[in-house]
């Protein structure tokens, strides 16, 4: 037998032999297990699908902007600090996170050799001038994130790849005709929260475009734009001063879904105003100052949904909002506020929500002066 200092030398001999060797992690080790992407990812699963293991960059040549995350060809550079767009973007990069940072002009090589970039926020910085070769390489960006800065027009030479771009929160007074020339892929603007009023508009500012949804809420809109894109599916004109729609206001978006004039300073609306919507679903009147239900509604075949609460009205007719034959509206309503108004719901009868698929979808509250 071996004594017993010897089997206890043996046994931490054997110990140390099975033991894995000490392995140094590097940053970009650390960085994997922190970084958490999914909000990035989200948008950009929609563009393409591809194996996380094979798009991991080399810890043994990482190419990150200082203090930045990089990751499945996301860097995340946000609430940062910085002052300019970082060096050092890998050139594979899809996505670009700079918001929340203090940048305060867009250069011209700032985004050189970055022909990958699908998607690009610059939300909430200090930006106030956008060199106009700023985005020529960017020649598959398709979403542009501009809101929460200090720009007073609409940048130049936007790539023509582009499909989404929201600038609401910025100093745009004026939009020049030509403004979006070229982008003929831009689907979605968002320009609310920007002091735009109706003559800011110039003849042919949004010639070209074939947009489906337009927002320009909060700006300081006294009535409803001209010229905006015939192809709208859905817009959003809310939290202005509009005081009224008249007769052609609304004869160029027969192929309109949802509209929003909530929110604004409505007395009127004009007889044969709404005939020019024959395929809405979803009208937004609430919040405004109409004494009477709009005339048209039981003309709207497919409207579904129509709020009118926070209004003066003071009495519903039994045809405000059903058509009197039978088979003539395609679909029910699911959906008609009407609470905060002076009419007393014991006053109107029954038979006027002929049309609503359930009496819950009728919302009627109570009024309070």
């Known amino acids: 037998m071996f004594p017993h200092g010897s089997l206890l030398l043996l046994l931490c001999v054997a110990r140390l032999s099975s033991a894995l060797p000490f392995e140094q992690r590097g940053f970009w080790d650390f960085a994997l297990d922190s970084m958490d992407s999914g909000g990035m990812m989200t948008m950009m699963r929609d563009e393409e699908e591809g194996s996380a293991v094979e798009e991991l960059p080399s810890p043994d040549f990482p190419m990150c902007p200082f203090g930045c995350h990089c990751r499945l060809r996301v860097v995340q550079c946000s609430d940062l600090g910085l002052t300019e767009v970082p060096k050092n973007i890998p050139p594979d990069t899809k996505f670009l996170d700079l918001q929340n940072n203090r940048i305060t002009e867009l250069k011209e090589n700032d985004f050189k050799g970055l022909t990958n970039l699908y998607g690009l926020s610059l939300r909430n910085n200090h930006?106030?001038?956008?060199?106009?070769?700023?985005?020529?390489?960017?020649k598959h960006m398709q979403k542009l994130y501009f809101s929460k800065n200090l720009l007073t027009t609409i940048p130049k030479n936007l790539p023509a790849s582009l499909v989404e771009l929201r600038i609401h929160e910025n100093r745009i007074k004026k939009i020049p005709a030509g403004a979006f020339s070229g982008l003929n892929n831009m689907n979605c603007i968002e320009m609310g929260a920007n002091p735009i009023p109706n003559s800011g508009f110039e003849p042919g500012a949004f010639k070209g475009l074939k947009l489906n949804y337009l927002r320009i809420s909060e700006a300081k809109l006294t009535g409803v734009p001209k010229e905006l894109p015939e192809s709208l599916h859905e817009l959003h004109l809310d939290h202005n001063q509009i005081q009224a729609v008249e007769l052609e206001d609304l004869s160029r978006y027969k192929n309109l879904f949802r509209l929003g004039l909530g929110y604004n300073h409505i007395r009127q609306?004009?007889?044969?105003?709404?005939?020019?919507?024959?395929?809405?679903?979803?009208?937004?009147?609430?919040?405004?100052?109409?004494?009477?239900?709009?005339?048209?509604?039981?003309?709207?075949?497919?409207?579904?949904?129509?709020?009118?609460?926070s209004n003066s009205i003071n009495q519903v007719g039994l045809d405000d909002f059903c058509p009197r034959g039978f088979g003539m509206k395609r679909t029910f309503y699911n959906g008609i506020s009407l609470f905060a108004n002076p009419v007393n719901y014991w006053e109107v009868q029954p038979a006027t929500f002929r049309c609503v698929s359930d009496r819950l979808a009728i919302q009627f509250g109570n009024y309070k002066k």
Do not use: C, W
């Not at 930006?127 to 390489?137: G, L, Y």
């Not at 044969?272 to 979803?282: C, F, I, K, T, V």
């Open 127 to 138: 930006i106030s001038k956008v060199h106009p070769r700023a985005f020529s390489p960017l």
């Open 269 to 309: 609306i004009e007889n044969g105003s709404l005939s020019y919507l024959p395929m809405l679903r979803e009208l937004h009147l609430e919040n405004n100052r109409l004494t009477r239900v709009p005339k048209g509604l039981p003309d709207m075949k497919y409207l579904q949904v129509v709020y009118l609460h």
